[in-house]
């Protein structure tokens, strides 16, 4: 089953060759940066926790902003699809790559998952 992983910068680390980066220069990064939350709340993780929650409803199609790249992100799930994830979260808090794990793994195909996103607009 795919996995998430965190990147590293120390000396030796390699990402494996089955995983992808999904951070957020690439076309899976999270437009919705925990840092522009943190004065709202008390810990950095929940300000995580909310990034991850508003990408899982832009993804959703409940949030009507940058809608073509959210297209193009759906469309591309499926590149996604039996890979291990790649970026920087530790892996005990909260991260978008888990999000992208469960839909291009959870069994929902992209035709669907694109068409809901399409509904959503």
Not at 29 to 37: A, T
Not at 95 to 104: G, I, S, W, Y
Request: aromatic letters at 10%; glycine letters at 8%.
């Amino acid at each position: 089953m795919p996995k998430r992983i965190q990147r590293k910068r120390t000396k030796g680390w390699r990402m494996p060759e089955n995983a992808i980066y999904v951070g957020r220069p690439t076309r899976w990064g999270n437009p919705f940066d925990w840092k522009e939350f943190i004065d709202q709340w008390q810990h950095e993780s929940q300000a995580k926790f909310l990034a991850g929650w508003l990408y899982k409803d832009w993804l959703d199609g409940k949030i009507h902003q940058w809608i073509a790249a959210r297209n193009k992100l759906l469309t591309s799930l499926d590149i996604l699809r039996g890979h291990d994830l790649a970026c920087w979260c530790a892996l005990d808090e909260p991260c978008h790559a888990d999000v992208l794990l469960e839909l291009a793994n959870g069994g929902e195909s992209v035709t669907e998952t694109v068409e809901g996103a399409r509904d959503g607009i």
